[in-house]
């Protein structure tokens, strides 16, 4: 009897080595997020890149450090998009651009990729952090999108931070309006948006944007569009887009990723590769980017505009921060 205890000791050992090895496999987790594409990040001074720099590697520790707590990738998301849409160099929340009416309209969605379930607001005009009360949408109410006054309303009643308009005034955009509004262009630079695997194999995604500047009063773009600005399901990727959102819409862009994993069996970096640079036509105002993030924890975030603040990080050890190529 006596001779089986250590025997028994090593069993015991080598089962628990085992169960920790598979419980550290199962820790895979994988973050990535944007804060918009545009050949603008570049020509930022030292001190205005080193800022935005600071800016997405906070916003990575925050979604990294929920991950490897085994949090939900839909917290990661939530969070990492309230630090980028409370940091005025983002066209998200405190910064966000000015519409025609010389107001602010915001748009935002989350979605979360165990069932599909989504939230989403467009054109609210008091709600410090859009991301939240998309949030709200999907798990409070029965509805994928409100919209508007009703959105608005909805965010008193769910009692999450409101701020009037004047908060999210800049002096950056406000120059930058008067600028568009004499030349009559789009100008789409510092949407924000995350994509995340967590440690449980559950994807999410969200975008939050103040939309294009000069935009027209009432307009909504591709980013609160579940299907065109963001995607989640657990079977393919999570994805997140920024660009001039009439083209996302068209073209059901983040929904074409996923699909174009599912019935195309095409591995993500080609699909957001093709769709960028054939489904998207630069030469036509089809400039943009794209973030995804598979189920097994492959990251992509690619663009046609030269530049795109980003930034990612996975249980490999990937911790990384870029603006240009
Ligand atoms: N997609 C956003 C919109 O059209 C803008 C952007 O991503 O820069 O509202």
């Known amino acids: 009897m006596k001779a089986l205890i250590p025997v028994a000791l090593i069993f015991v050992f080598l089962a628990a080595s085992w169960a920790n090895a598979q419980g550290q496999q199962d820790a895979r987790y ?45 917290d990661a998301v939530e969070q990492v998009i309230r630090h980028l849409e ?116 559950n994807l999410a995604a969200g975008t939050s944007t103040g939309g294009l500047t000069n935009k027209l009063y009432g307009r909504v773009g591709d980013s609160p569009i579940v299907g065109a600005g963001t995607f989640a399901d657990n079977k393919t990727c999570a994805v997140s887009c920024t660009g001039v959102g009439e083209n996302y819409i068209r073209n059901a862009i983040a929904y074409d990723v996923s699909a174009r994993m599912a019935y195309k069996h095409q591995p993500v970096k080609e699909a957001v590769h093709e769709i960028l640079t054939k489904t998207l036509d630069a030469s036509k105002n089809g400039l943009g980017g794209i973030i995804a993030v598979t189920h ?27 603006l240009g190529e």
């Open 30 to 74: 994988a973050i990535a997020l944007h804060g918009g594409a545009g050949s603008d990040w570049l020509k930022l001074d030292s001190a205005e890149q080193a800022a935005t720099k600071a800016s997405l590697r906070r916003a990575l520790t925050i979604g990294q450090t929920i991950l490897k707590d085994g949090g939900t990738s839909l």
């Open 86 to 201: 409370n940091d005025p160099i983002f066209n998200a929340g405190k910064g966000a651009v000015f519409n025609s009416a010389g107001g602010h309209e915001l748009d935002s969605s989350i979605m979360d990729g165990r069932d599909r379930s989504c939230g989403a607001v467009a054109g609210v005009k008091t709600v410090k952090n859009p991301i939240s009360l998309a949030r709200l949408v999907m798990e409070e109410t029965r509805h994928v999108l409100l919209s508007g006054d009703g959105a608005d309303q909805f965010a008193k009643e769910m009692a999450v931070d409101l701020v009037d308009q004047k908060y999210f005034w800049t002096q950056r955009r406000y120059d930058t309006w008067q600028r568009v509004k004499r030349k009559q262009a789009d100008d789409h630079q510092g949407t924000v948006g995350c994509v995340a695997l967590d440690t449980h194999g």
């Open 296 to 322: 097994d924890g492959k990251i992509t975030m690619q663009f046609n505009t030269g530049a795109m603040a980003r930034a990612s990080a996975d249980s490999t050890g990937r911790f990384e921060l870029a």
